[in-house]
């Protein structure tokens, strides 16, 4: 099977396909996990990105579906050096999404690195002229930008999910903007129920549900383009406990009448260093976000937490009054350590400041 991998600026490398059949187009992003291959493909944070591995061999330990992170495969495409097990090409096949390897990953790392994220088509077939890359190219440069696409309503839930719990300590609405399933997991193992909802739920129906508080999910794209959910956090700020990941970071920023900006390749990996402006404490942690909160636009009551310690960005902001805080970074790990996993229980402490 022939593969080639088309970016924007006129870069195109032709390697070998594995996976499915087909195109698809996206945004060329690296992670530097050296594991977890399985989660970082079933992130929904990933939809509208071709994943590129900056790690060599891919594949190596098999596929099992309790590393899943999300029902399927969310990542456009994928692109590897090397893929080392028939279980991951299955795995793509599978969930119909195209991979490329024996291409050289460091190169395109190093040039993302420079220039910054690109728009790129993937292609794989059984035979790919020049002509056709030529077309495929003129494709490329008229694909939307990640930041004029509606993704979070392709991995939200569609219906209310109740994810029960013996002993019930605490009742959370997770506002579903594309969830990692360990979120979930990392609750309901804290005796604490979680009420899923899709992501344009309205405040007074997430008030309906009662909850001790509300959790923001991470969530693929630009937060920006999300008025509505931005609108919602509004609405319940001042009214119940507020915690957000990743994306729910960012929209709680926006909440507060802050802003974001697009990152130049963003943070993705398993090794993130930040660091707790309150404690001085260092945490590594897993990342992947292409987004980030402006520190100077946020509002006097509201505070940096957390800061990356590689360039300084925010990983975390909080309320000084109110019991709402949120981080950039993942607590649940999937792929990454599990140094910030503590976190879950300040969540569920939330509760005693109702
Ligand atoms: N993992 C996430 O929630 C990612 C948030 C957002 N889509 C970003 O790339 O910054």
Redesign the pocket.
């Known amino acids: 099977m022939e593969a080639v991998l088309i970016l924007e600026d006129g870069t195109i490398l032709k390697g070998k396909g594995f996976g499915a059949e087909k195109e698809v187009f996206g945004e060329l992003v690296f992670t530097t996990v050296m594991t977890g291959y399985v989660e970082v493909l079933t992130?929904p944070?990933y939809k509208g990105q071709i994943v590129m591995m900056t790690y060599p061999l891919e594949g190596n330990y098999g596929v099992k579906r309790d590393w899943f992170e999300s029902d399927g495969i969310k990542a456009e495409g994928f692109v590897v050096r090397e893929v080392t097990s028939k279980a991951l090409d299955d795995f793509l096949k599978e969930y119909d999404i195209p991979g490329i390897q024996d291409i050289d990953t460091r190169f395109l790392t190093r040039k993302i690195r420079d220039k910054g994220v690109v728009k790129s088509c993937l292609k794989v077939g059984e035979k790919i002229d020049d002509d056709e890359i030529s077309e495929l190219l003129e494709k490329v440069r008229k694909y939307k930008d990640i930041s004029d696409i509606d993704?979070v309503p392709l991995v939200s839930t569609k219906e209310p999910k109740i994810h029960k719990v013996d002993n019930k300590k605490a009742r959370c609405v997770l506002v579903d903007?594309?969830v990692k399933l360990n979120i979930i997991r990392s609750l309901t193992q804290r005796n604490c129920e979680v009420i899923q909802v899709p992501y344009n739920t309205s405040y007074d129906e997430i008030l309906d549900y009662k909850p001790d508080f509300v959790l923001i999910?991470?969530?693929?794209?630009?937060?920006a383009r999300l008025k509505d959910v931005i609108n919602n956090i509004k609405n319940l700020i001042g009214v119940v406990p507020i915690t957000g990941?990743?994306?729910?970071n960012?929209l709680l920023a926006l909440a507060f009448g802050g802003e974001?900006y697009k990152?130049k390749f963003?943070h993705r990996g398993g090794n993130q260093p930040v660091k707790n402006l309150e404690t001085d404490k260092v945490y590594i942690t897993s990342?992947?976000?292409?987004?980030?909160v402006k520190e100077e636009s946020l509002p006097d009551d509201v505070e940096v937490s957390f800061i990356n310690l590689n360039d300084m960005t925010v990983e975390g902001i909080k309320h000084k009054d109110l019991p709402i805080f949120s981080v950039q970074f993942?607590p649940e790990a999937r792929p990454g350590p599990h140094d910030t996993m503590f976190l879950f229980d300040e969540m569920i402490k939330l509760k005693d400041r109702k």
């Open positions: 992130d944070s993704l903007c594309g999910s991470n969530g693929p794209g630009d937060p990941i990743c994306l729910g960012q974001t990152m963003g990342q992947n976000h292409g987004f980030a993942h």
